[in-house]
């Protein structure tokens, strides 16, 4: 069987296999030695992928989410093994940095004074001792800015590079976890059972310290693997107006980066212009835009055209005369009823594209249409991409050398 332990499609199935044993009933010590036999280790990244796979077969996410306590502790030894501190949960101020001392200081108070009050009231419910095990439960409740910058700051990013299980399962945990803290104040704001407030009490413990488990092992390397510094750096923006659990960052992060504004504004200080990814000056976007391989033209929502591309093969004439014409008078008559029904779709949000194509001699024209549109979905005009594509159909074999 050794042949097959490097093989990463075998390996996810078997997991997947014991899981679903477990699922079914199976104790854990029955599946051990099959487990052992099979692997030295699991990452984190394999459980997700696990998690992930059993709702896309279909599985309810209530299904995985009390699977997930189940095979978290099945898994503990292994996992904490071979996960060793990410390196961000290192770096003071970053948002897994922040994860991670909230977590300390949550594991240290629940240790170090929940448990010790709850053995308290467990042994003499006195006022005393349910006052102060209800000020330890308000207390916990500073979890919930923990949980709510995980959901909706972290998450987002996560389900943007595919990873939507683990979110689903751990938000779904995070609501338990809630829950039960609500149900231990409750209880002990009324003349509850004591037997069943401690036990109350103690259930929403194990979950928050089996939480940071997962957030540790689980989510935080995953995290790591998959953010860019920029998706970081945003985390970490908005993170102050969800607020901490317990403690705040001990500094303000920030990314290394060269001041490219700065740099910019000192070389060409009154030609430059700041977009979403980087800085560029007037002349650099100019040139940009006239080396591209394309023509393209950009109309605006008014249906005015407001600039085109002067490459050095326009395929379609262009003069300056054209910028600020509406654009149905840029076109033959026979056309604009096309181009009028086109720019309906866009405007109304109907389509987001239209493409045409045509021979003109020996010219093959691809020609594209995109409604641009802002951050808020709003419609800001049309861009136009025309370009020959003769050439790359005529592409064949392979190049990779340099060209004489």
Excluded at 58 to 68: A, D, F, I, K, S
Excluded at 196 to 201: P, S
Excluded at 343 to 363: H, P, Q, Y
Aim: with cysteine; hydrophobic share 35%.
């Amino acid at each position: 069987m050794s042949e097959y332990i490097n093989n990463r499609e075998y390996r996810q199935k078997a997991l997947k296999e014991l899981i679903m044993e477990l699922h079914k009933g199976k104790k854990p010590e029955e599946v051990k030695a099959k487990f052992q036999e099979l692997f030295e280790g699991v990452a984190a990244s394999e459980i997700a992928e696990m998690e992930q796979n059993l709702i896309m077969e279909g599985m309810p996410v209530e299904e995985v989410q009390r699977l997930c306590d189940v095979h978290a502790a099945f898994f503990k030894g292994s996992i904490e093994d071979i996960h060793k501190p990410s390196p961000l949960t290192e770096i003071p101020g970053h948002p897994l940095n922040t994860f991670k001392i909230e977590n300390e200081a949550l594991e240290k108070y629940i240790e170090g004074t929940v448990k010790k009050n709850i053995e308290r009231f467990k042994q003499d419910n006195s006022t005393a001792n349910k006052n102060a095990l209800l000020h330890d439960f308000n207390t916990l409740w500073d979890v919930d800015k923990h949980y709510s910058r995980k959901e909706n700051l972290l998450f987002p990013y996560l389900e943007k590079y595919g990873i939507t299980a683990p979110p689903k399962v751990m938000w779904g945990v995070d609501d338990e976890i809630r829950a039960a803290i609500k149900e231990v104040r409750s209880l002990l704001n009324t003349q509850a059972p004591p037997k069943e407030t401690v036990q109350k009490a103690e259930e929403a413990v194990t979950k928050i310290l089996d939480m940071i488990f997962k957030e540790t092992n689980i989510l935080f390397p995953m995290a790591q693997d998959t953010l860019s510094e920029d998706e970081w750096l945003e985390i970490e923006k908005e993170s102050d107006d969800i607020g901490y659990c317990l403690v705040g960052p001990k500094k303000k992060w920030s990314p290394v980066r060269v001041d490219v504004r700065a740099k910019e504004e000192q070389q060409n200080p009154k030609g430059y212009l700041k977009l979403d990814t980087g800085i560029l000056s007037s002349q650099e976007i100019n040139e940009i835009l006239k080396t591209l391989p394309i023509d393209i033209t950009f109309v605006d929502k008014d249906d005015i055209v407001k600039y085109f591309s002067q490459g050095k093969e326009r395929i379609f004439a262009r003069t300056k005369a054209v910028i600020g014409r509406n654009v149905q008078n840029c076109h033959p008559p026979g056309s604009v009823t096309v181009v009028k029904k086109m720019l309906e779709d866009f405007k109304a949000g109907n389509k987001d594209s239209e493409e045409f194509w045509l021979r003109l001699g020996e010219v093959y024209v691809y020609i594209r249409y995109f409604a641009v549109r802002d951050e808020n979905g709003n419609y800001l005009g049309t861009l136009e991409v025309t370009q020959n594509i003769q050439p790359i159909q005529e592409i064949k074999g392979e190049k990779r050398l340099l060209s004489d």
